[in-house]
């Protein structure tokens, strides 16, 4: 399994060929505090990268979602409706957002790998 970041915060992991699993950072969720709803894509919907995918809303502020690939969403982590926290409790993992099915996997190369992803923190 591989994690990528964007610049705004979202990570991505290829677990296999048919899907790659996208939610936030554990960064994006201390910045926005206590989540108390999350909108989440819509399954079979295609999203080319960086188009707002969803929002996620906290008792600070809401933050939009961005597509970090361009792809079709395949599933959404139904229990993120039920309870939303779960983002804040486990950000990479129980708090996942979507899976898509990436349509250019030359754009997950583009990503920033975890080094890089530290350095972008270190520099905010």
Known sequence: MTTMFTPDH???NIEDHEAAV???TPHAQDALGDVVF???PEVGRTYKRGEVAGVVESVKAAADLY???EGEVVEINEALRKDPALVNRDPMGD???FKVHVTHMEQFDELMDPPAYDKLL???
């Open 38 to 40: 999350v909108d989440l």
């Open 67 to 69: 597509m970090p690939v």
């Open 122 to 124: 270190k520099n905010l």
């Open 22 to 24: 996208v939610g936030i």
């Open 10 to 12: 979202e990570w991505i």
């Open 95 to 97: 708090g996942w957002f």
